[in-house]
């Protein structure tokens, strides 16, 4: 890149780009020492809700004295570009050594007890992080943390900056209520440490999808799997902990990030691995000589056959009274992520808001449940699967519609994607294969288009609609 001066700081490389920003090493020309230099993205400058964002990057980061937080020098103006300087630390990022996963239950602990240390510091001074992810955690070669990017990062008593119902911060490692685009505070961010720390205890993430509605649905509908199920040699307290920071509800979370580290540091005392049944010897020579059973061993025997009756008894139950064939149907708008980047926040949300007040009225008109909103997508099933057909049909019209009173740019597209199958319903929830099937089909519709399982395809033919191969 060609020489260029901003301010004390000569600029040396780029190293790093991405939506977010432009990342540089730098030159203290005056002290004499390597900063980074960050800078919004070319598209994004002349943007005053991108460039107020920028600015409480700074302010939030700025605002925190903690070694491990990225320190802030400077904010700079040179022309219509603005800079943050900040301090440049070499090593490698968590995303790197996530790779080697699982990693050491010592060095797990170590790397999590200091993102607890330096986010309970932003906690106190009231600033939620919203974005925690190992591309946002640093390790210097001496092993010292850094968080870095404070980019979405909420202030309290601060105005907001984003719409209501936008999504902000990472899929893979977002908490479910700020999945749902609802209010979050502290805790959301312990979830994100938590997903962190599954990762390095398992090499996987907690949740996946092979899609954002996917992730989304899992976030706030599925439970990971046991830590120690992945890995059986992983401590089962230490296990215990991690999975508190993600549960769904944020009151079954830590109450702060320094109760978490005082969790984690705690797990020395308790058992490493599964704990092996009262009663064995792993030593051949040490085991006793097994006793005949008695009577109490009979009652235990009977007592355990009939919990296991009483809970066949209870499956049956819940089979009789929640479960059902529905049709799921799965809708979001194509293209909403360019939309925001294009036109804004606030008329990112007016899009998303016109959209649902177009759609809810088609769901309900054919006796469609709408079961929740995930950023820009609808989730919503019916009793009946042609009338659930009919309704994916009108909502394409009903849009075709009101597109066609507008200028093309403010125009919405859909894509829809409909199954037929097995449920537990309760309380206008649903719960099954159904759900995930038809979240994994929306990725093969295109705009404007209807994508219907195998099932429900053979279920709906000799029925008078248009199918396309």
Not at 306 to 328: C, G, H, M, P
Not at 351 to 360: S, V
């Amino acid at each position: 890149m060609q020489s260029k001066q901003i301010g004390p700081y000569a600029l040396l490389e780029e190293i790093g780009r991405g939506a977010m920003g432009e990342v540089y090493l730098a030159e203290d020309t005056v002290l004499k020492r390597k900063v980074v230099l960050k800078t919004l993205p070319s598209h994004d400058q002349l943007r005053e809700g991108a460039r107020q964002r920028f600015l409480r990057e700074a302010q939030s980061a700025a605002a925190l004295n903690h070694p491990n937080i990225v320190t802030v020098f400077a904010f700079l103006q040179e022309g219509e570009s603005n800079y943050i300087a900040m301090e440049y630390v070499e090593g490698e990022s968590l995303r790197a050594v996530v790779q080697e996963a699982p990693l050491a239950v010592p060095r797990i602990v170590d790397i999590v007890s200091q993102i607890c240390d330096g986010i309970h510091c932003a906690h106190q001074q009231g600033i939620v992080h919203r974005d925690l992810k190992p591309e946002n955690i640093m390790l210097s070669p001496e092993g010292r943390v850094k968080i870095l990017d404070f980019g979405l990062a909420k202030l309290k008593n601060a105005s907001s900056l984003t719409a209501r119902e936008q999504l902000v911060g990472t899929l893979q490692y977002m908490a479910p209520e700020q999945a749902q685009g609802r209010e979050v505070d502290h805790r959301a961010d312990l979830y994100s440490i938590g997903c962190m720390a599954y990762e390095m205890a398992t090499g996987r993430l907690p949740l996946q999808g092979d899609y954002p509605m996917a992730v989304l649905y899992a976030a706030v509908n599925e439970e990971p799997e046991p830590i120690e199920r992945v890995n059986p040699e992983f401590p089962v307290a230490l296990s215990r902990a991690i999975h508190r920071c993600l549960e769904k509800d944020p009151k079954q979370r830590f109450e702060s990030a320094l109760e978490l580290k005082e969790a984690l540091l705690g797990w020395a005392g308790q058992p490493h691995t599964r704990p092996a049944p009262e009663g064995t010897f792993p030593e051949a020579g040490n085991r006793p000589p097994e006793a005949p059973a008695g009577p109490q061993d009979e009652a235990v025997k009977e007592s355990i056959e009939d919990l296991l009756q009483a809970r066949q008894r209870i499956d049956e139950l819940i089979a009789s009274k929640f479960t059902r064939q529905i049709t799921v149907m799965f809708s979001d708008v194509v293209g909403s992520t360019a939309f925001f980047e294009r036109r804004g926040d606030l008329e990112g949300r007016a899009m998303i808001q016109r959209y649902n007040q177009l759609m809810f009225p088609v769901v309900q008109r054919f006796d469609g449940k709408i079961i929740k909103t995930i950023g820009d997508g609808i989730l919503s099933y019916f009793e009946d699967s042609v009338a659930a057909a009919r309704a994916a049909c009108q909502m394409q019209r009903t849009l075709a519609q009101d597109n066609g009173r507008r200028l093309p740019e403010d125009r919405i597209q859909i894509r829809v994607a409909l199954h037929m199958g097995t449920a537990v319903v309760d309380h206008n929830d649903v719960y099954g294969d159904v759900v995930n099937i038809a979240a994994r089909l929306e990725k093969h519709a295109g705009p404007e288009q209807i994508v219907l399982s195998e099932t429900l395809f053979e279920q709906l033919r000799g029925q008078p609609f248009t199918f396309v191969p």
